[in-house]
């Protein structure tokens, strides 16, 4: 069976001999991330993934193994919540940046302010470009 990232997270950072609060503070991340990553009961994206990751002394396919793990429970998460919807309505998001040309690896950071019929997400690139990507729910009588 798979480690869990919860696991693997665990196990990295008693390798490498740090306390949760060190390992938040070498990582930039809240004190309360680790712990809340250690019992699955929190879940992070790449972006933080990949500072947990440098923060562990990780590089390489190893580095690069423990961002998909991350991604991978977060990933989890939104297909268990989603998955009764269509695959193609799931996948209208990624379609859109793919025709922008914006490529998963050029994501840097994505903030989304939403509401009941409206989603703005900002997506800040990893060149400093800002994309925007809106959604709009308008139910027809």
Known sequence: MKEQFSELLSK??????????????LADVS?????GLQSG??????????????????????????????????????LEESKAYPAELLNVAAKQLRMAGIEPHQVHQCIISEDKQESHVSIMLRDGTKAQLETKIALAA
Request: charged share 30%; glycine share 8%.
């Open 41 to 78: 009961k929190r879940r992070i994206g790449e972006y933080q993934a990949r500072k947990l990751g440098a923060a562990l002394g990780l590089t390489g396919k190893v580095l690069e193994d423990f961002v998909y793990a991350a991604i991978n429970t977060c990933t989890e998460k939104v």
């Open 31 to 35: 004190r309360s991330l680790i712990p």
């Open 12 to 25: 990295l950072r008693k390798q490498a001999r740090l306390t949760n609060i060190q390992l938040a503070e």
